[in-house]
């Protein structure tokens, strides 16, 4: 199931999204962003494969806290092969 809103910078966009907007998934496991200029505390992880909802395996480059001016999200997994960021709502 795929959920999305457009809550000030939480908006969704079939297109040409830009890195700080986020879509609010419900099949998503973690938070993820593949902004690392977003994240506002990283710590190293070791590099976890992460499969994708259409089978695509990316890796894991680390992890952190997302802040923004209408997002704060703790435990985010920075994956820089994404093409959106998710939020985790399920």
């Known amino acids: ?4 809103s457009s809550i000030g910078q939480l908006t969704h966009n079939s297109s040409g999204m830009l ?3 986020w879509i609010l ?3 998503a496991s973690h ?5 690392s ?5 990283v710590s190293s992880s070791p590099s976890i494969p992460i499969m994708t909802v259409d089978d695509i395996l990316m890796s894991l480059a680390s992890a952190g806290s997302v802040i923004t001016p209408h997002l ?4 985010v997994y920075l994956i820089l092969k994404l093409k959106w960021n998710f939020v985790s709502i399920g």
Not at 37 to 41: A, D, E, G, R, V
Not at 72 to 75: G, R
């Open 1 to 4: 199931m795929f959920a999305s």
């Open 19 to 21: 890195h700080s907007e």
């Open 25 to 27: 998934d419900s099949s």
């Open 31 to 35: 938070h993820m962003s593949l902004d």
């Open 37 to 41: 200029s977003s994240f506002t505390f």
């Open 72 to 75: 704060s999200l703790p435990n």
